[in-house]
């Protein structure tokens, strides 16, 4: 476990006291969960750390900032008006971790963890073509998110990429346009409940091919060890992660073990306001 990664496991344990102390459901995802399972801990040269949580206890949750510790800031398209996701990040901000895609956005850009909404999709085995729309919508408004972000991948002269980047960039601070879009995009997420649902996505992240799929996987779910703690992972994680990744105990090839994260700054000891306005980010 690397420095970046015990810093993120501090913030997992705290989100889990948070939970358990006021029982929410949670569970570990994505290759967080992959992690818990075949690693007992991170993958390797995993960079972050993914939760999800029903609908209904993940509002609870973004109601719980008091409840953190005051170096923890639960941030939302509520909480930091330039932030641009549908799901929340807890960051510490003590730290500094500026992803390349967003040096520009005034946000709190401390290292953070991923904490996802778990909508309902259907009542029925298959999805429905209301909830293909809403996905549709949804990838929209991801690609209209990461365009100025796609302009800035660092490559060596893209001067005018960098032009037309900040062009962008300037319109949808002065329209606040990624605002009103989160709010239409939350509507069409919340049209099912969860609890009236058999299938569920996660629809805010990184959105997978399947990404409807049986409720039944979660359940109440069931403890497992990540590193030297105890999380939460589907009740069914071998279903759901043969779902997800299908043979899921294989390693991909040597060249694809890396982290899915670039950074402009970096710091596990200085916090992001001190850091950007030292090396005038």
Known sequence: MNELQKTQLEILTSFIKVCDDNNLTYYLIGGTALGAIRHKGFIPWDDDIDVAMPRKD?????????????????????????????FAKIRDSRTTYIEHNFKQHRINHGVWIDVFPLDGVSKKVKPSKNFRYRMYYVWWN???TFLPGLLRKPKKGTIWKDIVFNIVG?????????????????????????????????????????????????????????ENIKAVVPTDYDGYLKWVYGDYMKF???????????????????????????NKI
């Open 170 to 226: 300037g319109l949808f601070y002065i329209f606040n346009i990624a605002h009103l879009r989160n709010r239409w995009v939350d509507f069409l997420l919340r049209r099912h409940k969860y609890e009236d649902c058999v299938l569920i996505a996660n629809c805010t992240g990184n959105i997978p091919k399947r990404a409807a799929m049986p409720k039944a996987f979660f359940g109440e779910g069931v403890k497992v060890s990540f």
């Open 58 to 86: 993940y509002d609870k949750l973004m109601k719980m900032q008091n409840q953190f510790p005051a170096h923890y800031f639960i941030q939302t398209y509520e909480t930091d008006s330039h932030y641009i996701y549908n």
């Open 252 to 278: 991909p090839p040597e060249d694809k073990r890396v982290g899915h994260h670039y950074h402009s700054g970096y710091s596990l000891t200085q916090g992001y306001k001190d850091y950007m306005k030292e």
């Open 142 to 144: 991801v690609f209209m």
